[in-house]
Structure formats: structure tokens, C-alpha cells
């Protein structure tokens, strides 16, 4: 049950351009090619920050399982390594439409351990810069 295309009218927004189905598929394609941009030593945490041109996703890896992790990210910078979780992540099924953006929930074994945003075009948005 998707309520994509409906949300917006409920929310007096002109209708999306792009289906529910069409964004998540756009959304997966975007999870699959993350990849590790810096690494950062937060305390006991390891921050992974993943994106490709720019910063999409900011985690918190603890004993080798992600967590969310709300950034900016700070800390020690580490020397960048592929990290096994990544074949690991999936969607969750459901899109938030907002205005302007969409929403796409990154699972990790079932667990939301992240947001990527896209654009009304569908395109990636960058992580906002920390306060």
C-alpha cells in the first residue's frame, strides 16, 4: 500500500511527477553505488561517511554493525577501506514524499540505519551541512 501518489494531494502540493515505484527504484540505484568517501573515529564508533561525488549518507559503524548517525561527522580522520556491510544494505519499501524531496529509508538486516534524499528530479541530494 503505497501512498506516494497521494500524499501530496493531501498535502495541497501539485501531483508528483514520479511514481512510488519509480522513486524507489531511482533510490536503489543510488544505494547501490555508495561508496566509502572518509572514514572518522568518533570514541568507540568508527563514522563512515558514503556518497559518490558528494556525501549522501552518514553512519556510525560499532562492532562491525551500522547504526544512524545524525553528524556532522567528527573525530579522526582514518585511511578510507572497503567495509563489508555495504553489500548488506537494502530499502524499505516505502517512500516519504515532502515538499520538494523525497525520502528513501536505508535497512541494514531489516534496521533503519539511514535516509537518502532525492530531489523532485530524482536526483541525489547532498547531506546538509552540520550546525
Known amino acids: 500500500m503505497l501512498l506516494l501518489p497521494f500524499l501530496g494531494l ?4 501539485e501531483p ?3 511514481s512510488g515505484e519509480a522513486v524507489l527504484l531511482r533510490c536503489a540505484e543510488v544505494v547501490r553505488t555508495l561508496e566509502v568517501l572518509a572514514l572518522y573515529r568518533e570514541g568507540r564508533a568508527t563514522l563512515v561517511l558514503l556518497g559518490r561525488e558528494s556525501p549522501l549518507l552518514l553512519l556510525a559503524l560499532e562492532e562491525g554493525r551500522p547504526y544512524p548517525h ?3 561527522p567528527r573525530g ?5 577501506r572497503p567495509l563489508p556491510f555495504l553489500r548488506e544494505l537494502s530499502l524499505a519499501r ?3 514524499a515532502l515538499p520538494g524531496e ?3 529509508f536505508v535497512l541494514h538486516r531489516g534496521r533503519v540505519v539511514g535516509v537518502v534524499r532525492l530531489g523532485e ?3 541525489p541530494l547532498p547531506l546538509s ?3
Open 10 to 13: 493531501a498535502l495541497g502540493e
Open 70 to 72: 545524525l553528524g556532522p
Open 121 to 123: 528530479d530524482l536526483r
Open 16 to 18: 508528483r511527477p514520479f
Open 94 to 96: 516505502r517512500v516519504v
Open 129 to 131: 551541512p552540520g550546525p
Open 76 to 80: 579522526r580522520p582514518l585511511p578510507r
Open 102 to 104: 523525497y525520502h528513501c
